[in-house]
């Protein structure tokens, strides 16, 4: 069922409270005496349109989105129980399968998965996730260079005046430490990016909590499993990430495709542009040196 914006009639998702074509806001004062509806919990407020369950007239501030894209009251919406996915059921699959299967059915299904997911989980359940994702992300690659370091052989490095014993004993520390930190920079890095999108969410008037950003950010995480296919997945699965972030903020959060595109793509667009600017005055400043000489 399709919402026309009041204004320029394009189509609107429950759930957004301005027009992703025109900006015009969609909460509407109502006009005393007119007969137009008005909300049933908010009545100084047109209604956008009926429930498609119990048919109540709700506002652009009370329509939600339902797991068959229908328009539902805020009332209604939270009636109906989301499902809980694999990771949320971990206790009875077990971890690794929890992890697993999830990630399969956010690579494979991400419309379909965060459509029916739970908006809000905890802090810890979406940390977790996201420091399994990084640790699957380094795994393999870590080992493969490990398995070559302890592959060369003794008369290569005897030249060099350097130990192999020592040498092996440095990669095994190198890979240690790369194991014990990539759980922590994966909780890190999930952290300080939900946080930043978090920002662009609030910039726009989004209003849900910190914690369905978060959750969102860990769930996208889910390309990391490619991470056990040695060099590809390590590098890819970033790319790969950041396109289902956008699935992941659009419906978790009940936004439009223009807000979850946004709150994705702002602060990495926005970090390469101050980066390749940081180039460019270094580049600018070293030939205006090397020209003054």
Same mark, same amino acid.
């Given at each position: 069922?399709?919402?026309?914006?009041?204004?320029?009639?394009?189509?609107?998702?429950?759930?957004?409270?301005?027009?992703?074509?025109?900006?015009?806001?969609?909460?509407?004062?109502?006009?005393?005496?007119?007969?137009?509806?008005?909300?049933?919990?908010?009545?100084?407020?047109?209604?956008?349109?009926?429930?498609?369950?119990?048919?109540?007239?709700?506002?652009?501030?009370?329509?939600?989105?339902?797991?068959?894209?229908?328009?539902?009251?805020?009332?209604?919406?939270?009636?109906?129980?989301?499902?809980?996915?694999?990771?949320?059921?971990?206790?009875?699959?077990?971890?690794?399968?929890?992890?697993?299967?999830?990630?399969?059915?956010?690579?494979?299904?991400?419309?379909?998965?965060?459509?029916?997911?739970?908006?809000?989980?905890?802090?810890?359940?979406?940390?977790?996730?996201?420091?399994?994702?990084?640790?699957?992300?380094?795994?393999?690659?870590?080992?493969?260079?490990?398995?070559?370091?302890?592959?060369?052989?003794?008369?290569?490095?005897?030249?060099?005046?350097?130990?192999?014993?020592?040498?092996?004993?440095?990669?095994?520390?190198?890979?240690?430490?790369?194991?014990?930190?990539?759980?922590?920079?994966?909780?890190?890095?999930?952290?300080?990016?939900?946080?930043?999108?978090?920002?662009?969410?609030?910039?726009?008037?989004? =209003?849900?909590?910190?914690?369905?950003?978060?959750?969102?950010?860990?769930?996208?995480?889910?390309?990391?499993?490619? =991470?056990?296919?040695?060099?590809?997945?390590?590098?890819?699965?970033?790319?790969?990430?950041?396109?289902?972030?956008?699935?992941? +903020?659009?419906?978790?959060?009940?936004?439009?495709?223009?807000?979850?595109?946004?709150?994705?793509?702002?602060?990495?667009?926005?970090?390469?542009?101050?980066?390749?600017?940081? +180039?460019?005055?270094?580049?600018?400043?070293?030939?205006?040196?090397?020209? =003054?000489?």
């Amino acid at each position: 069922m399709r919402i026309p914006c009041p204004r320029c009639q394009s189509f609107v998702v429950p759930g957004a409270q301005s027009c992703a074509w025109c900006g015009a806001s969609l909460l509407q004062e109502a006009t005393p005496g007119s007969a137009d509806p008005v909300c049933a919990v908010h009545p100084e407020l047109r209604s956008l349109h009926a429930c498609g369950r119990c048919g109540s007239f709700a506002c652009a501030r009370c329509l939600r989105k339902g797991a068959r894209d229908e328009p539902l009251c805020a009332a209604c919406h939270d009636r109906v129980p989301a499902d809980a996915l694999p990771w949320d059921r971990r206790d009875e699959l077990g971890t690794p399968r929890a992890y697993w299967q999830t990630c399969v059915a956010v690579m494979l299904r991400p419309t379909a998965t965060f459509e029916r997911a739970r908006p809000v989980g905890s802090v810890g359940s979406s940390l977790g996730f996201a420091a399994l994702s990084n640790l699957a992300a380094s795994f393999t690659t870590a080992l493969v260079y490990l398995a070559i370091l302890l592959a060369i052989p003794s008369a290569m490095t005897e030249g060099d005046n350097v130990s192999a014993h020592g040498l092996r004993l440095v990669g095994l520390g190198v890979f240690g430490a790369m194991m014990v930190m990539a759980p922590v920079m994966g909780m890190l890095v999930a952290l300080i990016n939900a946080a930043l999108d978090h920002v662009v969410f609030r910039m726009d008037g989004t =209003g849900q909590p910190f914690e369905v950003t978060l959750r969102a950010n860990a769930l996208s995480m889910s390309p990391y499993l490619m =991470g056990l296919i040695p060099f590809c997945g390590m590098y890819g699965a970033p790319l790969w990430a950041l396109g289902l972030r956008i699935f992941a +903020y659009r419906s978790m959060h009940r936004t439009t495709w223009g807000t979850a595109v946004l709150g994705a793509l702002a602060v990495p667009l926005l970090s390469c542009g101050l980066l390749f600017a940081g +180039y460019a005055v270094v580049a600018v400043v070293g030939a205006a040196t090397g020209f =003054g000489k």
